[in-house]
């Protein structure tokens, strides 16, 4: 990220017997990610940073990521849709962001997140859960972030006073399932900088290969002025346009039928 490349902060996990009391198994890992933020490659204006605690073997985790929309206008909320898979058993999920630029959010207002609350006893819909071969077949453009049938909303809040390009949430229950899901609603500025701004979200996690990393990015564009209100100049032109044709064709008047004046003859 911009001013600080390079730097990555640690921050160590805590095992699964925090969440249920019982012994760590031998193959279980904490979940959470052993770099607090992590810079490799990651130069969008907004990065989510996902920690999940809790106890499970985590040899293949699966991340998906959906943008409910890859254009929006200034003061329109950017949607993302983000779901883990694989990660066992889940005691705490905690979910931080962090900005470059104060031209894009809306620091008074940031927006909230969504976590999923379905039981852990009920199967998950494929809408809720997200399969990894469907990310990786559809583009940014065209995904949408599905919804939750039960959710839990918190807002995003500042974070430390020495990192106020942090924003975090309060740590959310875990719900013994192994699929986190989560909504996340950015509110923007209403005058937000127009341009395209990356968003990549990142997790980091320990299994018995080592500190893996999971990355999705997607791309979101904050519409200029001409790209707003283009749409609405066209659909007014071709409105008048319209308008124009038939009010000439009822000006006109009738048009005489060929025969017509000698038919009563």
Known sequence: MAGEGGRAETETGTGSSKANGDPTDARSYSIGPLLKRSHIDSDGQLEVSIYVEGSGSLDDIDLDVFLKRSRIDPGERIELGIFVSGCGSVAEETISVFHDHDDVLDLTDPGTVRRNRVDSG???????????????????????????????????????ATDNRQLRQKPLDGNGRDDPAYILEFNTRAHATPGRYRLPVVLTYRSEAGIKQEKHVRTVRVNNWRERWEPWVTRGVLLGGVLGVCSAFYASGPVPVPGALGAGV
Request: aromatic fraction near 6%; glycine fraction near 8%; charged fraction near 15%.
């Open 122 to 160: 009920r199967t998950a819909d494929p809408t809720e859960a997200g399969s990894s071969s469907a990310s990786s077949s559809v583009g940014a453009e065209d995904t949408t972030a599905p919804e939750t049938a039960a959710s839990h909303s918190t807002l995003f809040q500042y974070g430390a």
